[in-house]
């Protein structure tokens, strides 16, 4: 399931383009539920990008720094040595 909520935002669509019209101080956040595909691979020169996917064939994609990855990869090393997650 991907949920999108975006603060104030407008958009035209005009002959098939859509604009967006609205304030440069939109926001937006975006959710994907139940991923079931997860992959890494490199993204420019310094990054990594991070793609999940759902059955819904809805996909997020994230790029990062490698110190946020290794950041990234050490939460969920201790959650999983603190809590109910498993492999």
Known sequence: MLTIDVDDFAFELKDGTVKHV?????????????????????F???QVKLAFDDEE???VEIALDPEQVSSLVE???VLREEGPISE
């Open 22 to 42: 609205g304030a440069s101080t939109t926001s937006a956040t975006v959710k994907l539920y139940h991923a079931t595909a997860a992959t890494a691979r490199q």
């Open 44 to 46: 420019g020169d310094s």
């Open 57 to 59: 064939g809805n996909e």
């Open 75 to 77: 939460a969920v090393e």
